[in-house]
């Protein structure tokens, strides 16, 4: 089994761009996007062109950003959570570079982010970027139910984030670096309420977090935050205790992407998720503490939930996996 | 851009294995296949369970004929067709390794044979395996229409091959090397008839073989064969006429997939697509030659159109990639 990989020549993530919606830029981190819309449909006549606009967007300023046009990179890597990943497939004939389609569900930037690492760390790319997005409105109809139905939902749902988040991960440059990667295994505890995913995807997230601190023998208090993409509130807390019953006891350290993107006034109940989730709140939030050197060392952890629809009605439960990453500022390593 | 990438260090096909159905059974590879089956359901109660049986079985055969279990690999890399790739996600909780989702359409065994490739040849894994696979029934249904309405179809559609493929690629071990990749880009031609995805995917084929021989500088006439996953026949030809138009005249050396899986009585109209079909006519038709040195030197390139029905509704045209591996026989390069 492939145990976490140690990078040895720290792939850059030289520069990270997020794209979001109304919702998003109502929140707690709405200040911190690059890019922050009041109207939900960009400009487009559908959700799911609105989705890809944001993608295309998320991209071309994550290049712009560090000084490149996109077609001068090496590659993009990504997908979203649309049949057939149509958001990153159609955005990506707009640019000149080759493409590798990922599916992992909400593990999606996490899984591309690891990756480009790899392939940047191996010496085959040099400058690449990857993105993931989500939108709440084209997520609602093809997973749940049309929207104009106004279904409610319960307290364990949590709220497709409306964003698109892009990476570009270079093997020389200034910012911070990906020290190591650890791929998830699929995990299923046999939840099947599509309504309560952080449960499903909580077995994922602590199975990759105690591969991760097994394989590395790293001491969890010498990272300042343990990031996960979206568990949401009641994901959080499960996975926190799986890991405690496991001996590894990490609940002050963990910081859930979903539990952060929204405040507890904006009705979203148990919280953030979507491939845009964590895509948005690393990009804006987080890259930006590890570039100043406020964050010194973060594992970042992006879990998805593998069911489709389909799945659902012929009576399946939820299988979920969960990819991480280790980021550390290149102002000093650890504390 | 990142062009074709030449391997070091061989990465090798040590085994594979396919596994389809009785329509593919009753083709003219129809002998060549590990496991074919006179049941389309292999035994399940819906067409999706079917499809996850036969990639569970084509991942633990191919391991097994290598002499492991599916569990001692150290990744699964994979998709399928299905909306959130529940084929390949499903399957992957059977198995006890790390797994990389991977959306490619029908150009998915291509790209997930690459990215092993790289993976392997950089040494982060040493023994992995990869497999994808489609199926006509739950193909039908999630993209066109349900079966029992007894559409017609036009004689450019192709029919989705119930399979699944698997190939361990290994560091060591005895079989055919993967030498060089060339990960493709999104073309779109502006084809907008799911009927006929051939000539939607022809663009993306051209592009990544002309792409190939420029930058490997190789003479198209020491290749035994140039391997297209699914054009079908519309498609084929359209590849080759738009390859010849730019100076590369390699008709004579192609071999398409789609077209080698039917015969022409099996009313199967312009030939065989979905992920199953390179990956079945790949593991029981050209490994074999290649292993005996039958074969010397193949390019394998499989396409995949990244529409999905939503996307069609909303007037969208299909883009397609095309995703590169050159095979070789360890007995002899070149001829």
Redo the contacts between chains.
Sequence with gaps: ??NT?LLQTRPRIISAASVVGPKEKAGPLGTFFDDAHDDDMFGQV?F??AERAMYSRAVSLCAEKAGFRA?E???LVG?DL?????TA??A??G???????????CSTIA?SLA?LA??T?????SR?VCAASSHFSSAER?YRLPLEMGGQRPQSAQRTVTGAGAFLVASEGAGPFISAV???????FGIKDSTDMGSAMAPAAADTILRFFRDTGDDPADYDSIITGDLGMIGREIAAELMTVKGLDVEKKLYDCGCGIFSPDQDTHAGGSGCGCSSVVMAAHILPKLRSGELKKVLFIATGA??????GL?G?SI?A?AHAVRIESERGQGR
Excluded: W
């Design positions: 089994m492939l990989v559908s799911e062109k077609d990179l090496d590659l997908g649309l049949n057939q990943l149509i497939g159609y990506a004939r640019f000149d570079i080759p493409f590798l389609g990922i599916y992992g569900a899984e990756l790899l392939l760390d191996a010496g085959y790319v690449s093809q650890t791929i998830g295994r699929v995990m299923d593998l069911m489709s629809p389909t799945s012929q399946e299988p996996v």
